[in-house]
């Protein structure tokens, strides 16, 4: 699923949250007859618990600056305090990224050809 309004952990946290905390009178109200609150609610966590294991999923297959062997310890240090898009940004102005995306790339094709 493409989300571009915030980060899916961001938003499976808010699915969470709501699941948890909301009392649903509008369902309770308008939809008494097909939808109760708990299938509203495990509704809820059951597309928060997806977005969760998608973002972690996406977060495993990214570039992980503290790995990169060619960086510095303090270089590492200061993208530590960076937000996940704020580095981004730098390692994609320093090329970093896109050097680790087409070395992935090269690996898949040479792996699909053989």
């Given at each position: 699923?493409?989300?571009?309004?915030?980060?899916?952990?961001?938003l499976?946290?808010?699915?969470?949250?709501?699941?948890?905390?909301?009392?649903?009178e509008?369902?309770?109200?308008?939809?008494?007859?097909?939808?109760?609150?708990?299938?509203?609610?495990?509704?809820?966590?059951?597309?928060?618990?997806?977005?969760?294991?998608?973002?972690?999923?996406?977060?495993a297959?990214?570039?992980?600056?503290?790995?990169?062997?060619?960086?510095?310890?303090?270089?590492?240090?200061?993208?530590?305090?960076?937000?996940?898009?704020?580095?981004?940004?730098?390692?994609?102005?320093?090329?970093?990224?896109?050097?680790t995306?087409?070395?992935?790339?090269?690996?898949?094709?040479?792996?699909?050809?053989?």
């Amino acid at each position: 699923m493409e989300i571009k309004i915030m980060p899916k952990e961001t938003l499976a946290e808010l699915l969470f949250f709501i699941s948890e905390n909301e009392a649903f009178e509008s369902v309770k109200n308008l939809l008494a007859d097909g939808v109760t609150v708990q299938e509203v609610r495990s509704a809820l966590r059951e597309v928060a618990e997806g977005l969760h294991r998608e973002a972690a999923a996406e977060l495993a297959g990214q570039y992980n600056a503290q790995k990169d062997a060619r960086l510095s310890k303090e270089a590492k240090t200061i993208i530590s305090y960076l937000s996940p898009g704020e580095e981004k940004s730098l390692l994609s102005a320093f090329g970093l990224i896109e050097k680790t995306k087409s070395a992935l790339q090269t690996q898949t094709h040479s792996k699909s050809k053989q």
